[in-house]
């Protein structure tokens, strides 16, 4: 049996506000509809006001999802950047299928933030695939670390989603936590560059991944690492939409196959570019 999976940090732009020509609803459903993927997560799917209208939804069960949702609704104080507006923290995930849903629901992994869990029938076999959308903090390691250990302690087949978390040992990693670079994002004039090139930094020395696959004998579906988020994030549209970290996973169990793995060519508008990947047990 095999199944394909996809992962887009869409940066909330199935809601109506899209700035500059990018990222309108409906570019992200034709992107969407190209992934052609059988289980989708997007992480910052919408934001609450304004909330995915009804033409969007019309379009995304017209390629036949259905879906569950969920608003983040983070257990923390609201960040000071000035590139995010309050509503961008008001946000939230969803979760779709193509496939027969045997059942689905909220997950709060270390009673920080809302994620979701969906059980899926494989169509060939009927054999229940268990996969988790996940969006893990970008602020701070140690609750990456606590979300990772409530994660796994579920029994899961997938765990899909923006890690915030890179492969610390790739030459990109290495090179964003050198002390120059550091220097650099302690004294950037910008403060929403400082904050983001900071919070870079803690993602590119994260051990969640080593942590994730030691801890359950999962593996990255692209052993690769190609790279999946941009710095051309909404507010700070004149930095470069090239992608630079590599921050989405797909990850399986050992025992399951990955072929065709997937970065998506264009970001649809978005500070992410999608991943996906078949996979087959």
């Given amino acids: 049996m095999s199944i394909r999976f996809a992962s887009w940090n869409i940066e ?98 270390a009673d920080f933030r809302n994620l979701l869990k969906m059980v899926v029938d494989d169509p060939e076999t009927k054999r229940p695939v268990t996969a988790f959308a996940i969006h893990l903090d970008d602020r701070s390691e140690a609750t990456r670390q606590a979300q990772l250990k409530d994660l796994i302690a579920e029994d899961a087949d997938v765990i899909n989603g923006d890690y915030n ?14 002390l120059p670079v550091e220097l650099i994002s302690k004294y950037v004039p910008s403060s929403a560059i400082r904050s983001l090139s900071q919070r870079a930094i803690g993602m590119v020395d994260s051990f969640v991944l080593p942590n994730l696959a030691s801890a359950t004998d999962m593996k990255d579906a692209d052993p690769d690492h190609r790279p999946t988020a941009t710095f051309k994030l909404r507010g700070l549209d004149f930095l470069p939409a090239m992608p630079v970290l590599d921050l989405d996973h797909i990850y399986v169990g050992r025992d399951a196959e990955v072929s065709d793995f997937k970065v998506m060519d264009y970001d649809g508008g978005a500070d992410h570019r999608a991943i996906s990947a078949t996979v087959s047990w």
């Fill in 12 to 109: 909330g732009r199935l809601s109506p506000f899209a700035e500059f020509g990018r990222g309108t609803p409906e570019a992200i459903v034709r992107e969407i509809e190209k992934l052609d993927a059988d289980v989708v997560t997007l992480p910052e799917a919408f934001v609450v006001e304004p909330a995915v209208s009804d033409q969007t939804n019309r379009q995304l069960r017209d390629l036949g999802y259905s879906w569950i949702d969920t608003t983040y609704d983070d257990n923390a104080p609201k960040r000071l950047d000035s590139r995010i507006d309050s509503s961008a923290l008001e946000g939230g995930i969803r979760m779709m299928s193509r496939l027969t849903i045997r059942s689905a629901g909220i997950i709060r992994p």
């Fill in 165 to 178: 978390a890179t492969d610390r040992n790739t030459l990109r990693a290495r090179m964003v936590r050198s």
